[in-house]
């Protein structure tokens, strides 16, 4: 049967080698002709522009950089050896190395800090960017930390790795550094370096570094804080048996609304939830607000450009939000008002200037479900919503 079948596609070969030979001659006098042009070159100087262009868009995209942690190396295989929010220590291998940063907050002439030259401290690295609302929940807890124990022998690097493009800049990052109290070292990590050597996916996420300079335990998101006090308190103790430390500093998870309506982003990218008018990428476009608007869904009316990583406010922009949660939060730019409705009741005007930022927009005592509008003046800019 093999025979057979081979015989047969020779036989269909013989058939059409008359004509392949036709074809091949006729490639082979238009690749001479090309040579003789030296049209080869210039395809060749075109084709790699074009994929390299396509390449470097593609790894300099953030989402694309946040997709590709996780990769594995020599420098960060053995953090396979731990999981998520464990209660005891481990080790999780040596403490992969904090570097291509763009610029050190909170350190002498902002000198970087070495990993290698904290030998003998315990070092906690928080993976934070300011405008996320579940980081700045966790600051807190960290700040208290730092202030607790850094006379105890623990360092603190917070490691600022940008979600949005506004907070790659270092006078951005500088100023909500100062708004939110952080005094300890700050690492931009603009380029997602020191995220990827982490292989980190979350914010916030703290590993701690033992006296020795390996990785002994990490935590990805929020909650679990006492937890981790006393994994600090442990790990200073190994480093010191004769230290003294201070009280634990006792302070409480954050009481987060349960089956609250979830993180929602603005983008022509990963929207989600939304219902109305197909999104138009990047080009002003008039849209109206559906009959019914459901539990966790949003729709848009008015003009409004929806890019990559905001939409931006036109002539008569409005959204509405159906959510359920005690507070509502949104990243904003741009400079104007946004005047801030709940079921047909205006609850506040907010003025968007400087820096952009998270906004709060409904901080109330008990969880709701609610009918959320919200009315833009043009070129306001806006984010994600996170629900509390």
Known sequence: LAGRRVAERVTAFRKRARG??????????????????NVTDALQRALPDYTSSAQKQIEDSDVARQKLSGLYDDSNKDL????????????CGKAPAIDG???????????PVDLARERGKVVLVDFWTYSCI???????????WYDTYKDAGLEVIGVHSPEFSFEKKESNVADQTRRLGVTYPVALDNKLTTWNNYRNRFWPAKYLIDSHGTVRHFTFGEGRYAQTEQLIRDLLKEADPTVQLPAPTGQKDAQLTKDRTPET??????????VGDPIVDDKPTAYRFPSDIPLNRFSLDGTWTAGYQHFTAGDDARLAFTYHARNVNLVLGGQGKVTVLVDGKTE????????????RLIDDDTARTAKLELRFTPGIEAYAFTFG
């Not at 392949?20 to 042009?37: D, S, Y």
């Not at 579940?134 to 208290?144: F, G, I, M, T, Y």
């Open 265 to 274: 982003y603005l983008s022509n990218f990963r929207v989600s939830g939304y």
């Open 80 to 91: 396979s050896r731990c999981e998520d929010g464990v209660d005891e220590l481990r080790s």
């Open 20 to 37: 392949l030979r036709i074809v091949a001659g006729v490639v082979m006098i238009a690749l001479a002709g090309a040579l003789a042009l």
């Open 348 to 359: 506040k005007t907010v003025t968007v200037s400087g820096t952009p930022t998270m906004h």
């Open 134 to 144: 579940n980081c700045q929940r966790s600051l807190p807890h960290v700040k208290a």
């Open 101 to 111: 940063i763009s610029a050190w907050l909170n350190t002498p002439g902002g000198a």
